[in-house]
């Protein structure tokens, strides 16, 4: 089943924090975070393990919440550059990536 | 290092012609996903291949498409007759499974408009 993400839009002036949600109502085994700028194909940001672990790329990290079924993506100190479109992708048993699946996406947009 | 790279960028054609959309994943990887995505749906897997064996089609939406991938360096997706609710961007993706955490490397995109 496809997770949910929340918000769907957020818009933040440079410098601001937002953090995004991935649930999913299944156990996860595990989170994939991507982001997409407009026209471009999705780029890999970080994968995150069931176990609760907390991982970072430059000034964004994100957390897995095992028994919340639920990982969270941060953004701090947002710079232009972090605008696009963030998919997380879950999975809910190990195995090959063919049982990914993901999440509608949250629009980040950053203003000056 | 190249990465995924797909052709065309832009298709553009008219309801009922074939459509071919290919791709070539990154040397070395054992997976490569194809997927669709647009704005009501999101991103969609379609098919996936390992080893260049298909190993999960249930995201076909019908018999008009079919993949294939007759090497490791190369795939297809066909749609056959095409029609305007195919209209999206298809994406295709690699990635080396045996290892843990690999991320999926996406190509461009191939953006598909059936008029």
């Known amino acids: 089943q496809q997770p949910v993400q929340s918000p769907q839009a957020v818009i933040l002036r440079e410098g601001e924090d937002a953090v995004i949600n991935c649930s999913s109502s299944k156990a996860l085994y595990s989170v994939h975070w991507y982001r997409q700028k407009h026209g471009e194909a999705p780029v890999f940001l970080m994968i995150l393990l069931k176990g609760g672990e907390q991982k970072g790329h430059e000034k964004i990290s994100a957390s897995f919440n095992e028994k919340k079924q639920q990982s969270s993506l941060y953004l701090t100190a947002s710079q232009l550059s972090y605008s696009g479109t963030y998919f997380c992708g879950a999975q809910n048993y190990g195995g090959s990536q063919g049982n990914l699946i993901f999440g509608k996406g949250t629009k980040l947009s950053v203003k000056p | 290092d190249a990465g995924v790279i797909q052709s065309p960028r832009h298709e553009v054609t008219e309801m009922g012609q074939e459509v071919t959309l290919r791709c070539k994943p990154i040397?070395?990887?054992?997976?490569l996903f194809w997927y669709r995505q647009t704005m009501m749906r999101g991103l969609e897997l379609l098919i996936y291949?390992?080893?260049?064996?298909?190993?999960?089609d249930s995201g076909m939406p019908e018999d008009r498409f079919s993949a294939k991938m007759p090497n490791a360096s190369f795939s297809t997706l066909k749609i056959q007759p095409s029609e305007p609710r195919d209209s999206a961007v298809y994406f295709c993706?690699?990635?080396?499974?045996?290892?843990?955490?690999?991320?999926?490397?996406f190509g461009d995109g191939t953006r598909l408009s059936i008029l």
């Open positions: 291949f390992n080893n260049n064996v298909p190993i999960d």
């Open positions: 040397s070395g990887h054992n997976s």
């Open positions: 993706a690699s990635t080396y499974e045996g290892a843990s955490r690999q991320p999926q490397h």
